[in-house]
């Protein structure tokens, strides 16, 4: 597709499961950026990939969360043993690369944790 | 911490132009201000970006002072559709450790009729 494309648009789950969330990146960009937002809050960074790689996980909030990128396209977020406080939107966003922009956002992974 | 200061809300009437104002004193010579919308329950979208000069895209209008301390954007003729928090954020075009953007909270723009 044109844009970004994040999935599932909306996930409800239990505390303590497991989730995971995906993200297409624009064809050809090879920056990747995960964001996190919180209900009446802004945006929090939480990891990019350059390529397959990231260089800095220190956004993420905490050892539950990882993240990876395979064939320099299609990345996933994934949460351990979910808390409440993670009920959040998780945002996806996509640049030609690191020090190109602008970046380029999908629509979001609405997360509610039960 | 966002490097951006904006009023948390402004009213515009349809067809009207909406000018947003954003300060940025502390600017550095190689950051760039990037300007993007979030409707509700859409994700930030990309309005326009500028280092000196003025620009001007399909979307909208950047202009930017001499001494670079702060800007506008300049939605010429705003619709209903324009209503969203719109966010100025200064960043370099090199990615530095991690290249991501720094969101403040925004200006709250209610286009009405």
């Known amino acids: 597709g044109a844009g970004v494309s994040q999935s599932p648009s909306n996930k409800v789950t239990e505390k303590g499961k497991d989730v995971e969330l995906r993200c297409d990146p624009i064809?050809?960009?090879?920056?990747l950026y995960w964001y996190r937002q919180s209900l009446g809050q802004g945006l929090e960074f939480l990891i990019y990939f350059q390529g397959n790689s990231a260089p800095d996980k220190s956004g993420l909030p905490s050892d539950r969360f990882s993240a990876e990128r395979t064939g320099g396209s299609v990345s996933t977020l994934t949460i351990q043993r979910t808390q409440q406080e993670d009920s959040a939107v998780y945002l996806c966003?996509?640049?030609?690369?690191?020090?190109?922009?602008?970046?380029?956002f999908g629509d979001g992974t609405r997360l509610s944790i039960l | 911490d966002a490097k951006t200061t904006q009023p948390p809300s402004m009213d515009c009437a349809e067809g009207r132009a909406a000018n947003l104002p954003c300060n940025h004193s502390?600017?550095?010579?190689?950051?760039?201000v990037y300007w993007y919308r979030q409707i509700h329950s859409q994700g930030p979208q990309y309005i326009i970006h500028?280092?000196?000069n003025n620009e001007t895209n399909e979307m909208a209008s950047l202009i930017i002072t001499e001494d670079r301390k702060s800007s506008t954007l300049i939605l010429p003729h705003a619709t209903l559709r324009d209503t969203a928090v719109y966010y100025c954020i200064v960043r370099e075009n090199y990615g530095g450790s991690q290249g991501n953007l720094i969101f403040g909270k925004g200006t709250k723009l209610s286009v009405k009729p």
């Open positions: 064809s050809g960009h090879t920056a």
């Open positions: 966003a996509s640049s030609l690369s690191v020090t190109a922009q602008p970046q380029h």
């Open positions: 500028g280092l000196k």
């Open positions: 502390t600017i550095s010579g190689n950051e760039y």
